[in-house]
Structure formats: structure tokens, C-alpha cells
């Protein structure tokens, strides 16, 4: 078994999600800091993880949450100072767990050095080359250089105005506006970067979770493209722009012109060199939105990342033959190029499982859901899916990424009032799509204190529910069946049994609704239906390891999870 010290440790790792506005707040401005992480630490040294991965922190306007760096090598007042950083990583090492950071290197901040130099410097220079600067189209340029949508609503291409006050040239943005795009085809983005990279490596970071890594290169002459029909599984576009449920999606029209271009894998072959020059296996992991799993393998090859998210099975119904089949697809593309699938059930961009898993109508991912949205979900049904769904994740071979609040069974807040939202989403579509706030507020520590424990003020940037006190993790601590011991439990008797490795074989035979399987000792039996289900002889009564729910040793109620010792 792999140990946060050993070799391609990543393999199988507990990667722990840490949004770091939300998770603690130590100066108690009702925004989370770096020394908020640090004296929550130790929670998660209890919890088992084996690495955390931190949101952005660094300087940034806060337009998109952080993911606008308007400096890349320092900390954002609002969470802390280096040194704050330094503190935190000495402390997570101490307790064994490695951190990784956000790295985002498709867009900066429009506060970004650069892009001021670029916006002064005017048409052809030098500055301008390190964006997507064109000309508009039209008589006087008045039109966008082509129709591209931005992933937050409207159009991905701003005008800009010249110092004079004459409207100029336009520059790409794939996301807000204030997120204006690098071109990757210039040698001094490329250089700035490993720049970035070696700051943060020689400042003893694990590794990074690189964002939009699917977004960096976009096809020559910037062609015009109308994505496919909303459709799917999860009923449309999901957050970033993978349209789900398209397996034939390259058949299609050869793919969206800014998302997963050839190209972008020179970019990781560079950083992987890079990152073996440093000791101590340090990670790259891919958020890329692609489709199929066959493609997004690309990504992992020996010579590039470690990791990539695996979002088909985040979108992947609680559905027995679905969840098969996602499984069977992944374990089958990522194996083919030697690496581990990633498994994940929820981020800080995604509607979280707790809800998501119940939501009884069609509602894009991504865009979020809030009061109007139809097929609202009940949150006892969601929990309890959600914990059966996460008992059988946290089963499967490969790495596996929880975001915080899973663990407490966190469901997403849907009644957030209008005025509290924050997500470029909600204003560029004016309202039409809630946005992703609801599953970013402040996570609760202690039930009966201010802001749950969050801080000692009461203070929170987006309000916490009146009901949240059950879930506080000093409420779940120590009790016996809570989701935080599920858990706990679950990562203990992974590392254990060493199921984070080794091979999984299909158990048949026990109905429509069940997806079962056994890696060496253990077998993991979900019942993914409303109905009761009766084990067979051969495994009633086996010892039990770990249960999401009541069981009685043979018959496995709905929306329920078991490991088994069977050998
Ligand atoms: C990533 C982040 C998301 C952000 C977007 C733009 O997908 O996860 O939160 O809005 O990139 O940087």
C-alpha cells in the first residue's frame, strides 16, 4: 500500500478540497484564510487525507473567486501573507499531508500586470502578444472577431477602448471578462510559467491542480463554433463547456476550437520535466472537461499529468448500469496509458451530491440550482445517496478528491437570497442561471457558535443556513453512523485494505439496481434502488467493514453501501 510518503504516492490518494474563503477564518472578516487552514489542520489529519488541494489565494480582484490571478507568486491580502503560506505547509507536512495548489494558466486577472501593459501598449506590440487580442469584424470593427460564448453567459469577446476614448481592438475571454485568455503560443507566457511553477515548488509545494487545463491552446484562425443542443445525462452543458453524454463528440464536428487542442499537451510534457527536476514526486492534476474518458487520457500519459478529475463519473446518474459502465470505461482509458482514474463526486463548481443526487428534473450542471429550479431535491434522500454514492467512490482503485463539507454531508443551499450571490455566472446571465455559491458557503465547525466556528465573529461573505448546526463537525465527531465517522471510516479501512490499488471484479447476479465488486478481500455491494435487496448465501453474513446506512448482515436497503470482508 502507497503511504503519503512513498512513490507515485498520488496512485491512490485522499485528496482533500480546500476552498479557502469558506473553509475557516481566522481573522474573522467572514472570508476564510491561510491561518483559518492552518488551526483547522489537525481535523483533517483525524479525517485520514492524504493531501490538500487549496483554491486560489493568490492576489487577485476576487472577480471570479480567485481564479483571476492578478499576481501569481504572492498571497491575496484577504488570506494571509507568504509566510502565512509557509506556516500552513510546514504544519500540513508535519501532520503528513501534502498540499497542492491552484494553478490557473488560461487567463489572468485584466489587474494583471501584463494585461495593463497590453491594454497600454496598443494593437501589435509586444505586451498585446501575450493575449488574444483582434480586430472586430464589420465596417469599423464593431462586431466580436468571431461568435464564441463565454462558460459564464455572453459573449467571450470585450472591445476594448483606446487612450484616446476610440473603441479598439477586442480581446478573449472563455470565462468573465475580467479573466482575459494568454496565448500559450508565445514563448514568454510559456516562460512566465515555469517561472510560477518553480515559485511554488521551491516554497515545498506537492504539486498543482492545474485549472481549465483543456483551455490553453485554441485552433488556428480562431473559427467560429455553435456548441451542440443542451442534451444529456445531466440535462445540458455542464460547468465548463464538456457536453455530457456525447460519447460520439468528436464525430460531432471535431470538438469545440478552444477545448482540448493537440497543442496543450506539448505544455504539460514541458511541466512534467520541470517537476521531475524537483525530489519527491510532485503532481500535476488536469481539470479538463473532456469527452470521452478515451480522450481525456490523454492527459495522464507517462510524459504529462498524474492525475485528471474524472468528471464523466461526477456526471454519471445514481444509477446502477450507468455507474458500471462509467466505471468499466474509465478503469479501461485510463489503464491504457498506465495511469489511475481520479475519482470525484464534488467541487466548488458542481451542485454538491448531497443534492444533486436528488434533484428529481433535468437541470444543467453548472448552472447551478436555487429556488425556481424544478425537481427539487429532498435532503434526506440526497444524504443518503450520497453517503451509499461516496462509500462505493471511496472503494474503487485510483485517487479520489472530496470536497470539503462532503464529509459532513453538506447539502447545497438553494434558498440563498438574490442579493447574497456572487458568482460572475448569476450576473452575466441576469439571474437566469443561479451559479455556483450554493455549494461554496462557509462550511460549519462547531454547532453552537458564531457563523458555526467558521470565526469567532459571526461574520460569513455568503450567509449560512438557520438549520446547519447538525452537520457541524463537532456535532458528527465521535457519533456513531454520522457522515463525518462514515468518512473517517471509509479512508481508514481504504488505506487498510488497500483498496485505493489493485483490480476490481464485477460481482453479477444480484439485480438491476446493484453494482457490485470485489478487490481482493473486500467486496463493495451498492444498492442504488428503491427497494430492499437480498444478498445471496455467499455474502449474508460476511464481516462487515464499512455500511453507508442500516444493514442487517443480508438484506441491503435502498441507496445503500456495504464493504464485505469475503476472503
Ligand atoms: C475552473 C474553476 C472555476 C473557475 C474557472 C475559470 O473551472 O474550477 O471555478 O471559475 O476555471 O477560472
Request: with cysteine.
Amino acid at each position: 500500500m502507497t503511504t503519503p510518503t512513498s512513490p507515485e504516492w498520488w496512485r491512490s490518494a485522499v485528496i482533500y478540497q480546500i476552498y479557502p474563503r469558506s473553509f475557516a477564518d481566522a481573522n474573522g472578516d467572514g472570508l476564510g484564510d491561510l491561518p483559518g487552514i492552518t488551526s483547522r489542520l489537525e481535523s483533517l489529519s483525524e479525517l485520514g487525507v492524504d493531501a490538500i488541494w487549496l483554491s486560489p489565494f493568490m492576489t487577485s480582484p476576487q472577480k471570479d473567486a480567485g481564479y483571476d490571478v492578478a499576481d501569481y507568486c504572492d498571497v491575496d491580502p484577504i488570506f494571509g501573507t507568504l509566510d502565512d503560506f509557509d506556516t500552513m505547509t510546514a504544519q500540513a507536512h508535519a501532520n503528513n499531508i501534502r498540499v497542492i495548489v491552484d494553478l490557473v494558466p488560461n487567463h489572468s486577472s485584466d489587474a494583471h500586470s501584463w494585461f495593463q501593459a497590453a491594454l497600454a501598449a496598443g494593437p501589435g506590440s509586444a505586451e498585446r502578444a501575450h493575449y488574444m487580442f483582434r480586430d472586430g469584424n464589420g465596417e469599423n470593427g464593431e462586431l466580436p472577431p468571431n461568435n464564441w460564448q463565454s462558460v459564464f453567459g455572453g459573449p467571450a469577446w470585450t472591445r476594448t477602448t483606446n487612450p484616446d476614448g476610440t473603441a479598439g481592438q477586442w480581446y478573449l475571454h472563455l470565462f468573465d471578462s475580467s479573466q482575459p485568455d494568454f496565448d500559450w503560443t508565445n514563448d514568454e507566457v510559456r516562460a512566465m510559467f515555469r517561472d510560477v511553477l518553480r515559485f511554488w515548488l521551491d516554497r515545498g509545494v506537492d504539486g498543482f491542480r492545474v485549472d481549465v487545463a483543456h483551455g490553453m491552446i485554441k485552433a488556428d484562425g480562431l473559427p467560429d463554433y455553435t456548441p451542440p443542443a443542451e442534451g444529456g445525462s445531466m440535462g445540458g452543458t455542464t460547468p465548463l463547456g464538456l457536453e455530457p453524454g456525447i460519447d460520439d463528440f468528436e464525430d460531432i464536428d471535431g470538438g469545440a476550437p478552444y477545448w482540448g487542442q493537440e497543442g496543450v499537451h506539448d505544455i504539460y510534457r514541458d511541466w512534467h520535466r520541470l517537476l521531475e527536476e524537483y525530489e519527491g514526486d510532485r503532481v500535476l492534476c488536469a481539470e479538463a472537461w473532456v469527452d470521452p474518458l478515451s480522450k481525456m487520457a490523454k492527459w495522464v500519459r507517462p510524459d504529462e499529468m498524474q492525475q485528471a478529475f474524472n468528471f464523466p463519473y461526477l456526471e454519471t446518474p445514481w444509477q446502477a448500469s450507468a455507474l458500471r459502465a462509467v466505471i468499466d470505461e474509465s478503469l479501461e482509458a485510463f489503464s491504457a496509458v498506465g495511469a489511475p482514474s481520479t475519482w470525484v463526486l464534488s467541487n466548488h463548481d458542481v451542485v454538491r451530491h448531497a443534492s444533486r443526487l436528488a434533484l428529481t428534473a433535468e437541470n444543467p450542471q453548472g448552472h447551478g440550482i436555487g429556488p425556481k429550479s424544478p425537481g427539487q431535491p429532498i435532503r434526506e434522500v440526497g444524504l443518503q445517496r450520497a453517503r451509499a454514492a461516496s462509500a462505493l467512490m471511496l472503494a474503487l482503485p485510483g485517487g479520489a478528491y472530496i470536497y470539503q463539507g462532503e464529509e459532513l454531508g453538506l447539502p447545497e443551499v438553494i434558498d440563498l437570497p438574490d442579493d447574497a450571490r456572487q458568482d460572475p455566472t448569476w450576473f452575466r446571465t441576469n439571474g437566469e442561471r443561479y451559479g455556483r455559491d450554493g455549494c461554496r458557503v462557509p462550511i460549519p465547525w462547531e454547532a453552537n457558535a458564531p457563523a458555526y466556528g467558521f470565526n469567532t465573529t459571526g461574520a460569513a461573505w455568503l450567509p449560512q443556513p438557520d438549520d446547519w448546526a447538525p452537520y457541524a463537525r463537532d456535532a458528527q465527531v465521535g457519533v456513531d453512523g454520522s457522515t463525518l465517522e462514515l468518512y473517517s471510516s471509509a479512508l481508514r479501512k481504504r488505506r487498510e485494505h488497500g483498496l485505493g490499488l489493485g483490480s476490481i471484479e464485477w460481482i453479477d447476479g444480484l439485480g438491476d439496481d446493484v453494482i457490485a465488486f470485489t478487490n481482493g478481500a473486500v467486496s463493495v455491494i451498492a444498492n442504488a434502488g428503491s427497494t430492499d435487496v437480498q444478498l445471496p448465501d455467499s455474502l449474508a453474513g460476511a464481516e462487515l467493514i464499512l455500511s453507508s446506512g442500516a444493514f442487517d448482515g443480508s438484506t441491503l436497503g435502498a441507496d445503500t453501501t456495504v464493504w464485505l470482508r469475503t476472503a
